[in-house]
């Protein structure tokens, strides 16, 4: 059971807008930045998003990251099929002093 | 560029400890204020952080695991180390090192190795 939720999977066409959710707490989430990871298959995870919204240099802007309350989201657009991974929220929990991620959102692009 | 690369034993029994070494190249750990860390991702599941160390030896570890985790820094080598003992099959898993994107183990990570797979069986 992983301290940030995730749905198991998402899906999308081409060139559609897909959005995955990442729900925590006031001790993760709620104070502290979110992260996002893709992971492509058979690889190691990629940082995607870093301090709620944020992209580092060479991510393309279809990427995206927003942040509300104890929530944040993950919004891809104009869906490629090389945007087919496993994608991970992540933020530091202050009240167990850890690193905490979501469980993996598989998406599928159809 | 900066390129991490763990190495160490892909078999281990359990009740016996795991050893993992990270190799850093294309940049020192010490000249670079930078936070290392190791993270888990067990077959098919979500990942998990085991713990971070800075050039100078300063270490936080998953609670959770900090019990039975060491995280190691040798300078001279330009490498960092795991060793998690008490081994059971649910520590089997692809162990990866990875840096923190900045000064502190606030910082994401930025830089990651391949992953090396432990598997933990008799």
């Known amino acids: 059971q992983s301290v940030l939720t995730q749905p198991p999977s998402a899906s999308g066409t081409p060139g559609q807008t897909v959005t995955i959710s990442c729900s925590g707490s006031?001790?993760?989430?709620?104070?502290?930045?979110v992260y996002w990871y893709q992971q492509l298959p058979g690889t190691a995870p990629k940082l995607l998003i870093y301090r709620n919204n944020q992209r580092p240099s060479g991510v393309p802007d279809r990427f995206s990251g927003s942040k509300s309350g104890t929530s944040a989201s993950l919004a891809i657009s104009g869906l490629r099929s090389e945007d087919e991974a496993d994608y991970y929220c992540?933020?530091?929990?202050?009240?167990?002093?850890?690193?905490?991620f979501g469980g993996g959102t598989k998406l599928t692009v159809l | 560029q900066l390129h991490l690369q763990e190495s160490g034993p892909g078999l281990v029994k359990p009740s016996e400890t795991l050893s993992l070494t990270c190799t850093v190249s294309g940049g020192s750990i010490s000249s670079s204020s930078y936070y290392w860390g190791w993270i888990r991702q067990p077959p098919g599941k979500g990942l998990e952080w085991i713990g971070s160390?800075?050039?100078?030896?300063?270490?936080y570890y998953n609670p959770s695991l900090k019990s039975r985790v060491t995280i190691s820094v040798d300078t001279s080598k330009n490498h960092f180390s795991l060793r998690l003992g008490s081994l059971t099959a649910a520590d089997t898993a692809v162990y990866y090192c990875a840096r923190h994107e900045g000064s502190g183990w606030l910082d994401p990570f930025d830089y990651w190795g391949q992953g090396a797979l432990v598997t933990v069986s008799s």
């Open positions: 160390i800075y050039y100078s030896g300063s270490t």
């Open positions: 006031s001790s993760n989430i709620g104070s502290n930045y």
């Open positions: 992540a933020a530091w929990d202050y009240s167990l002093s850890a690193w905490v």
